[in-house]
C-alpha cells in the first residue's frame, strides 16, 4: 500500500489512486506517416525495468488529475512526484527520463511542452 | 492485576503458593473431559497444570506431539475450539485464553489422540520423506483419484467447521500514527515511555495479553528494584493515562508493507462475548506510521536429537515462563540439555520451586561464569561436553541417553548413560525476532558471536531496538534504546527529554554459544533419524540432507522440497537450524546460505478479518435509480447492470419471463412502452474546443452539428476497436451533452480526462458528470406523441417543429424537462429529461395519463429485443474489445473528412484484414428455435471434429413483432455470406442449421420512426 | 393494468421511499455516538475552468461574504453556502436552501469571464454528522488521517468511504458533512449502520 502524495491533494493510501503505466509516452501528431511497426510500438510496447521506472498515475478516488511518478519497482521507493507536463528534476529521474527509449518522439515531446508552457495564461 | 494467593487445585502441577495475574476458576473440558483451570490463562498452561502432555498427532507422521513452547512459536499444540456457532480449528494452545465453557479438542488423529490409528502410517515412514509425493503415488495413473482421496484424509491438521454462516462481527480501521512500537517488552516500553512523554501521537502493540513481554516470565530481573512484570504494570498504566497514547494488546503486527504501512490484527473480545454482531471479534488497524520502532525481542531454538519430538521436550525458556507466569510445573524430574548460559536459569528456577534437577548437559567442552557457579552451588551437577543421543518414551518422556561428545560434536565417545525424567528442557540458542524487519526490505547479516541473523541495513523509516536488533544483554540493550529513541524523537524536531532513570539487575550471561546443529545419536546403536527439525510439518534433518542430495541446495528449494518452515508457524523455531542443517551439509558460510524471503503474515489471520465489514449487503454497493421505488412497488424483476439494479421485466399475474418480455416488446410497437434509462451515463461537456475534442473522440464529424442537433456517435480505443458509443447533443456551440452506456459511464469519463489532461491540456474544455443529476424516462411506440402531450408538457410536439434527433427544453407539469428524439427501438420515441429529484413524479405522471393510451412499462430485456428487431448494437454484446466499426458494418459512422482521430491509424491495419468476424442476422431454419447467445457457428455439419469454429452468436431472442426467432453474431467474413447456411452444435448434442441474414429484422425501410 | 402508485405528498411514503427512516440505536451504555441527518433542499454547483481571475474572487466576496479558498482542499462557509476548492481547476458550490437568485446571477457572471459552471443539485445527498464518536466510526472505512489534530475545520477531502466515493469535509471538530452520488445513499446509509452499531446512531431527516 504505497503512500503517494498527490500533487494536489496531498498524502493519500494508494487505494485512492491508479496505475497508468509508462509515462512520457507521447500520441505521434502524424502517425499517418509511421510504419505498422513504430504505429504498434506506440499502442503496446511499454518498458518494464528492474529498477528507477517513470509512471504516470491517475487520482481516481480524488481530485481525479493525472501525474507522473519517479519509482524503484524493486524497492517500491518514490523518488519524485511531479505534474502532468513537466519533467523530472530529482537525479534518479533525470537518469530514468534520459534512458526513455522512445527516442524517435522525444523532439515531439519537447514541442508540446512549448505548447503547454503558453497556455497557462 | 490482583494479587491474591490461590489455593492448590485438583490438579497437581500448580505450585503452592504462587502468585499469578489469573485468579477466577473456571471449567473447561478438552476431548471430552471437563478440567479446571483460571480464566485468562492460556489453554496450554491450563493443561500442563492437569497433567496432561498429550495434545495433538503430528501432521505426516502421526506421532503423539505436547506443548513445546509458551507463545506464538508453537509448531505442535494446535486444537479446535468450539462456542455454540463459533468454531475454530488450528489455534495454538498457547494462544488461547480459557474462560467458563470453553470446549476444545485435539486434532489429526482417529478414533481418538491416545490410540490414533494414523500413527500405522510411522510404520511407512521410509516411503514418505520429503518430496515423496513427486515420486511415489505416480503408478498406474489412474489410481491418483483413489491416493488422492485417502492422503486428503489423513494429511492435514484441524477440521473447519460445518457451520456456514459466521456469526461474528469484523471490522477494519484506518489509523495515522507519528510513532508505533511493536513489542511491549522492557525496552518496547522504555521506549514508548520516552515517545509518549515527548507528546508525539504513539501506538503500542504487543501480542499478549499483559504488557512486558520477557519481564512476565523472568524472575531474575528488577528494575528500579521493582520486580520486573510489576515494574512493566506500572509503565503500563502510566501510558493509559496518556491521551497521546494508544495500547493495543492482544494485537499481532501481522504484515509491515510499503511505506510504513503496517498491519495489526487485533482479538477484540473473545469467545466468551455473546453478543454477535455488535461488537467485532476482529479487528485490522491499517495504520500508517511516519517511524516505527521493532521491539519483538527473541525466539528460542531447540537442540535437534532423536526423539526430540515426543511430548515431554520443552525449550528451557518456555519452560520458565509457565513456572514464573502461570504457576504451573511442566515436569520435577528434569534433564537440561543446552548450548547457551541462557538455560541455568531455568535450572535455578526449576529448583526454587522444587523439581529435581538431574542435569545440566551443557555442550559446549567449557564455560565459566556466575550464573553457572549459582547452579553448582545448588548442587546440581553440570556436565560440560555432553549431549543428549536420544529422547525415549511412548506417548510422552520416559528417559534419555545422555553420553560424553567428541571434540568436534559428531560423535557420542563412550557408552551412553539412561536417565529417567519426565521433562526434557533444551536450549539451542536464540534468534532474534526479524520478520517485520525483513518485510520492510531491512537486509540481515550474520552475527557470528551469537550465532544468529540479525538487521542490519535499513531501509525504511524504522530502527530495531532489544533483542530484534540483535542484543542479548537487557541493560546494555536499555541503554542503547534510550539513546537511539532520543535520536529518532529528535527527527521530529524534540529537543528536550524527561531525564529516564532506570536501574537494571539482571544476571550476567556471556552466552558464548556452540553450534552443534544435529546432536550425535548413540555410538553402534541401529540409528534412528527421528530427529525432527520443522515439527508441524515433520520435516527430519535426513530429509533436509535427502534435498541436498538431490540437488535443492538453494534455501528456497529446501524449503519448498521438505515443506520446512512452511506450517502455520512459519519456522519460528526451525528455521536456522535448516539453514544451520544446509550450510555444514555444502561446506558453505551460513551467510552464504542465507534465509528465505520473510513474508506476511507473520501468524495466521482469519478471512474475518481480512473482509472486515464488506460483506453481505455491504460487499459491492447497489445502485437504484430515483424512479425505483415505482419498479420495486410494481413487482418489476431486476438485473446487475455494473453496480446498478435495472428493472428487467414486469411480470403480470402469473407471467413467465418469456410471456412478460413478448408482452412488453409487442405492446411497445402496437402502442407504446415506458423504459427507465436513467443509468445512462450523462456528461456535460463545456468550453471553446468541444467540437475539435468530439472530433478527436468520436470517428464521425461534429464540425457541423447545429444548436438543438443531436448526432449519434461511436468511440474507438486507439487499437480501433469499438469502445463506447452514444447520443451526443449541441446545446451550443461551448457546451455539449454526451450520453454513454451505463457502464461505460465512469470509463468513458476517466477515458476524455486522461486525454485532456496528459495529451490536449492545451484545448480549453472541462467535463463535468452528470449521470445522476438527471432521471431518463424514454417513452416509444406509435401513441409516444399523444401521451407525451397528455402529460401537461409544453413544447410543441409538431412533427415539423420537433423533427428526430433533435432536443427541445421545456416543462413537464411545471418541472423543468430537456426532451430528445432519439430512438433506441425503432419507434417514435422521446428521451426526457428531468432533474432527478423529480423523476418518480414525472414518471408517474406519464404512466398513469399514458394508461388509456395502452403504455406499459418495459424493462431491460425488452429493449434489449427492440433493438435487436432493427439491428442496433449495444457495446459489450456485439463488441468485446475485438471489434471495428467495419466488421459492425458501421462504415459510415467513419468520417472521411477527418485527418485523425482516436483509431484512426489502427482502423487501416484491421479494417484491411481479410477472415474477420463481421456482423451479421442469422434466422434459424426452425422459426421457433432460439439459439443460446454465445453458441458457436461452423461451416457444415459433417465435419469431424477438432471442428474450426467460424463465429458466434452475440445476441439472440425471440420477436413477437416478426413472430420468429432473431439473433445477431460475428461470423467470419459474414458480409459476403448473405443466403448461406451455416451450423450450431448445441450442448444438447442438437445442431441447429440457420441462414445468413442482413442484420435488421423489423422495419428495415425505417418507416416508423416518425410513428406515421 | 391498472399499475400502482405512491402518493408522493404522503410524508410517511417519502420517508419509506428513502432508506431514511427515523431510526435510533443505543449503545450498551445508552449513549449515541453519531447523528446522521439528511439535507433535504440543497443547490450545487460545478465550476469548472482556470479561474485565477480576480473577477471571480470580487464576484464572490461580494455575493457571499467569504473569499475563494486559496488551496486545493479547503473550503469557505457561510450560514447559507460552502465554497469547496476540490482541484486546480475545479469548485463546488453548495447552497443550503432555495437561494436561486444569487446563484442565477453567479452563473451569468460566471459566464461573462469564461467560467463553466454545471448544475448538480440532484446528483449528490449531502449527509451530516456529528457526535463524539464520528471520526473514529469514519475511519473504519476512510484511508484519511481523520485526527482531531490533523482535519481540523475548513478542510475537504475527495476521498472514499467504503465503496463509494465522497466528498467529506470538517465543519467543526465533531461535525462532517458528506457528499456522495445520489445512487450510492442506500450503501453508504447501510455502511454507516453497520459501522455505528456498537456505538449507538440516530438517523433522521
Keep these: 500500500m504505497l503512500n503517494i502524495e498527490c500533487p494536489y491533494c496531498g498524502l493519500r493510501d494508494e487505494i485512492e489512486f491508479s496505475c497508468g503505466g509508462e509515462a512520457h509516452i507521447v500520441r505521434p501528431n502524424k502517425c499517418h506517416g509511421l510504419s505498422n511497426k513504430e504505429w504498434s510500438e506506440y499502442l503496446f510496447s511499454r518498458y518494464n525495468p528492474k529498477g528507477i521506472f517513470i509512471e504516470r498515475w491517475v487520482h481516481s478516488s480524488g481530485c481525479r488529475r493525472w501525474f507522473n511518478l519517479v519509482r524503484n519497482t524493486i524497492t517500491n521507493e518514490i523518488y519524485e512526484i511531479y505534474k502532468m507536463g513537466e519533467n523530472p528534476k530529482s537525479k534518479e529521474g533525470k537518469i530514468a527520463f534520459k534512458k526513455n527509449w522512445r527516442g524517435s518522439h522525444k523532439d515531439e515531446f519537447n514541442n508540446l511542452e512549448k505548447i503547454n508552457v503558453k497556455k497557462k495564461n | ?1012 | 393494468m391498472g399499475y400502482s402508485y405512491l402518493n408522493l405528498k404522503d410524508k410517511k411514503v417519502l420517508n419509506s421511499t428513502s432508506c431514511f427512516k427515523k431510526e435510533q440505536i443505543l449503545s450498551k451504555n445508552k449513549d449515541i455516538g453519531i447523528t446522521i441527518n439528511y439535507h433535504n433542499n440543497i443547490n450545487i454547483f460545478n465550476i469548472r475552468g482556470n479561474y485565477k481571475i480576480s473577477d471571480f474572487q470580487m464576484l464572490v466576496n461580494e455575493n457571499f461574504k467569504y473569499k475563494v479558498p486559496s488551496s486545493i482542499g479547503r473550503f469557505n462557509q457561510n450560514k447559507i453556502s460552502f465554497l469547496l476548492n476540490l482541484g486546480p481547476d475545479e469548485l463546488l458550490f453548495i447552497s443550503l436552501g432555495s437561494n436561486l437568485t444569487t446563484i442565477e446571477k453567479l452563473e451569468k457572471n460566471l459566464k461573462r469571464i469564461q467560467l463553466t459552471i454545471t448544475k448538480v443539485s440532484d446528483q449528490y445527498e449531502m449527509l451530516n454528522l456529528t457526535g463524539k464518536k464520528v471520526r473514529w466510526i469514519l475511519s473504519k472505512g476512510c484511508p484519511i488521517n481523520l485526527d482531531k489534530n490533523f482535519t481540523v475545520p475548513g478542510l475537504c477531502f475527495q476521498t472514499i468511504l467504503g465503496h463509494s466515493n465522497v466528498i467529506l469535509f470538517c465543519k467543526e471538530e465533531n461535525s462532517f458533512s458528506l457528499l456522495i452520488l445520489s445512487s450510492y445513499l442506500d450503501y453508504v446509509i447501510n455502511w454507516l449502520k453497520v459501522s455505528s452499531h456498537e456505538h449507538g446512531y440516530k438517523i433522521f431527516n
Design chain 2, 1 to 1012: 492485576m490482583n494479587l491474591i494467593t490461590w489455593k492448590k487445585l485438583m490438579s497437581k502441577k500448580r505450585i503452592d503458593n504462587f502468585v499469578t495475574n489469573y485468579n477466577k476458576k473456571v471449567f473447561f473440558n478438552f476431548d471430552g473431559k471437563k478440567l479446571s483451570g483460571f480464566e485468562g490463562e492460556s489453554l496450554a498452561s491450563a493443561l500442563i497444570a492437569n497433567d496432561i502432555k498429550l495434545i495433538g498427532r503430528s501432521f505426516k507422521y502421526h506421532r503423539p506431539r505436547g506443548i513445546m513452547a509458551l507463545g506464538s512459536e508453537e509448531p505442535n499444540a494446535l486444537v479446535r475450539i468450539h462456542k455454540n456457532d463459533r468454531i475454530e480449528p488450528n489455534i495454538q494452545a498457547t494462544k488461547v485464553k480459557i474462560f467458563d465453557g470453553l470446549v476444545s479438542q485435539s486434532q489429526n488423529r482417529w478414533p481418538n489422540l491416545k490410540y490414533d490409528l494414523g500413527k500405522v502410517i510411522s510404520f511407512f515412514s521410509r516411503l514418505l520423506p520429503a518430496g515423496f509425493y513427486y515420486k511415489t503415488f505416480m503408478w498406474p495413473n489412474f489410481m491418483w483419484k483413489t491416493y488422492e482421496y485417502f492422503i486428503r484424509r489423513l494429511a492435514g491438521h484441524g477440521k473447519a467447521s460445518d457451520v456456514h454462516e459466521d456469526p461474528d462481527k469484523y471490522e477494519h480501521i484506518h489509523f495515522h500514527v507519528d510513532v508505533i512500537i511493536v513489542g511491549a517488552g522492557p525496552t518496547g516500553l522504555v521506549s514508548t515511555l520516552l515517545t509518549a512523554q515527548s507528546g508525539l501521537k504513539t501506538l503500542l502493540v504487543d501480542e499478549n495479553n499483559y504488557f512486558g513481554g520477557c519481564l512476565l516470565y523472568e524472575n531474575d530481573i528488577k528494575i528500579n528494584s521493582l520486580e520486573g512484570k510489576v515494574w512493566a504494570y506500572k509503565i503500563s498504566k502510566k501510558l493509559k493515562k496518556m491521551p497521546n497514547v494508544t495500547l493495543l494488546n492482544n494485537s499481532t503486527v501481522f504484515g509491515y508493507h510499503d511505506h510504513n504501512y503496517i498491519t495489526i490484527a487485533e482479538e477484540c473480545s473473545n469467545y466468551s462475548v455473546d453478543e454477535y454482531l455488535t461488537f467485532p471479534r476482529q479487528r485490522l488497524w491499517k495504520v500508517r506510521a511516519k517511524k516505527v520502532i521493532l521491539a519483538q525481542g527473541l525466539i528460542e531454538r531447540p537442540l535437534i536429537m532423536s526423539g526430540n519430538d515426543l511430548p515431554g521436550v520443552m525449550l528451557s525458556g518456555s519452560v520458565r515462563g509457565y513456572i514464573n507466569n502461570y504457576g504451573v510445573l511442566p515436569g520435577d524430574e528434569v534433564l537440561i540439555c543446552t548450548n547457551n548460559d541462557d538455560a541455568y536459569r531455568t535450572a535455578l528456577t526449576l529448583h526454587n520451586v522444587g523439581a529435581k534437577v538431574k542435569y545440566v548437559l551443557d555442550i559446549r567442552a567449557k564455560a565459566k561464569g556466575k550464573i553457572i557457579e549459582s547452579v553448582k552451588n545448588l548442587g546440581i551437577e553440570v556436565l560440560f561436553g555432553y549431549g543428549i543421543a536420544s529422547v525415549n518414551g511412548n506417548r510422552e518422556v520416559k528417559n534419555v541417553e545422555i553420553g560424553p561428545l567428541s571434540e568436534a560434536g559428531s560423535s557420542i565417545i563412550e557408552k551412553t548413560k539412561k536417565i529417567k525424567v519426565n521433562l526434557v528442557a533444551v536450549s539451542g540458542g536464540w534468534t532474534p525476532s526479524v520478520h517485520l524487519f525483513s518485510q520492510s526490505g531491512g537486509k540481515l547479516i550474520w552475527d557470528k558471536k551469537y550465532f544468529c541473523f540479525k538487521p542490519s541495513i535499513h531501509v525504511q523509516e524504522e530502527m530495531t531496538i532489544g533483542g530484534t536488533d540483535g542484543s542479548f544483554d537487557i541493560k546494555k540493550s536499555i541503554d542503547e534504546t534510550i539513546g537511539k529513541t532520543k535520536t529518532l524523537l529528535k527527527q521530529f524536531g524534540i529537543r528536550t527529554f524527561k531525564k529516564v532513570n532506570l536501574k537494571i539487575e539482571a544476571p550476567s550471561l556471556s552466552n558464548e554459544i556452540r553450534s552443534i546443529w544435529r546432536l550425535p545419536n548413540e555410538q553402534g546403536k541401529k540409528t534412528s533419524d527421528k530427529a525432527f527439525v520443522d515439527f508441524q510439518n515433520d520435516v527430519l534433518t535426513s530429509d533436509i540432507l535427502l534435498a541436498s542430495n538431490e540437488g535443492y541446495n538453494s534455501i528456497e528449494h529446501l524449503k519448498r522440497y521438505t515443506t520446512l518452515g512452511m506450517g502455520t508457524d512459519q519456522g519460528k523455531t526451525s528455521n536456522m537450524a535448516g539453514i544451520g542443517i544446509l550450510s555444514n551439509k555444502l561446506s558453505k558460510n551460513i551467510e552464504e546460505i542465507g534465509t528465505t524471503t520473510y513474508r506476511y503474515p507473520y501468524t495466521p489471520v482469519t478471512f474475518g478479518t481480512i473482509a472486515g465489514n464488506d460483506i453481505k449487503s455491504l460487499f459491492d454497493p447497489v445502485r437504484l435509480t430515483k424512479i425505483d421505488p415505482w419498479h420495486r412497488l410494481n413487482h418489476a424483476k431486476y438485473e446487475h447492470v455494473g453496480q446498478w439494479m435495472r428493472a428487467w421485466y414486469y411480470p403480470q399475474k402469473n407471467e413467465n419471463f418469456r410471456d412478460a418480455v413478448n408482452r412488453e416488446v409487442y405492446n411497445t410497437r402496437q402502442s407504446a412502452g415506458i423504459l427507465d434509462a436513467s443509468t445512462l451515463g450523462k456528461i456535460d461537456i463545456k468550453g471553446s474546443d468541444v467540437r475539435k475534442f468530439l472530433n478527436m473522440i468520436y470517428t464521425n464529424d461534429w464540425s457541423s452539428i447545429k444548436k438543438g442537433q443531436c448526432k449519434y456517435g461511436l468511440m474507438l480505443k486507439e487499437d480501433g476497436m469499438v469502445m463506447d458509443d452514444g447520443v451526443t447533443s449541441c446545446i451550443n456551440d461551448n457546451h455539449f451533452h454526451m450520453t454513454t452506456t451505463t457502464t461505460g459511464a465512469p470509463v468513458v469519463m476517466s477515458w476524455m480526462e486522461e486525454w485532456l489532461q496528459t495529451e490536449w491540456p492545451n484545448l480549453d474544455v472541462f467535463l463535468t458528470s452528470v449521470t445522476e443529476q438527471w432521471s431518463v424516462i424514454s417513452i416509444a411506440g406509435p401513441k409516444s406523441r399523444d401521451i407525451l402531450k397528455a402529460s401537461n408538457c409544453n413544447v410543441n410536439l409538431n412533427e415539423k417543429i420537433f423533427p428526430m434527433m433533435t432536443f427541445k427544453d421545456g416543462l413537464i407539469d411545471n418541472v423543468p424537462a430537456r426532451i430528445f428524439r432519439i430512438s433506441f427501438t425503432g419507434e417514435l420515441s422521446y428521451e426526457i429529461n428531468v432533474p432527478s429529484k423529480h423523476g418518480l413524479r414525472i414518471w408517474q405522471k406519464i404512466l398513469k395519463n399514458g394508461e388509456d393510451f395502452g403504455l406499459m412499462p418495459y424493462g431491460t430485456e425488452a429493449m434489449h429485443v427492440l433493438r435487436a428487431e432493427k439491428g442496433f448494437i449495444i457495446v459489450g454484446q456485439e463488441t468485446d474489445g475485438s471489434v471495428n466499426p467495419v466488421d459492425l458494418g458501421m462504415d459510415w459512422i467513419i468520417s472521411k473528412k477527418k485527418n485523425d482521430f482516436i483509431g484512426k491509424r489502427s482502423l487501416a491495419i484491421t479494417s484491411s484484414t481479410n477472415d474477420r468476424k463481421q456482423l451479421v442476422g442469422i434466422f434459424t431454419d426452425d422459426p421457433n428455435k432460439v439459439l443460446p447467445e454465445g453458441a458457436h457457428a461452423v461451416e457444415s455439419s459433417k465435419e469431424k471434429t477438432p471442428v474450426k469454429m467460424i463465429g458466434h452468436i452475440t445476441s439472440s431472442y425471440f420477436s413477437p413483432n416478426c413472430n420468429r426467432s432473431i439473433a445477431l453474431g460475428l461470423i467470419k467474413n459474414g458480409h459476403s455470406k448473405f443466403g448461406d447456411t451455416i451450423y450450431f452444435p448445441l450442448l444438447d448434442k442438437d445442431v441447429v442449421s440457420a441462414k445468413i441474414v442482413k442484420p435488421c429484422f423489423f422495419d428495415s425501410k425505417g418507416e416508423r420512426i416518425n410513428g406515421l
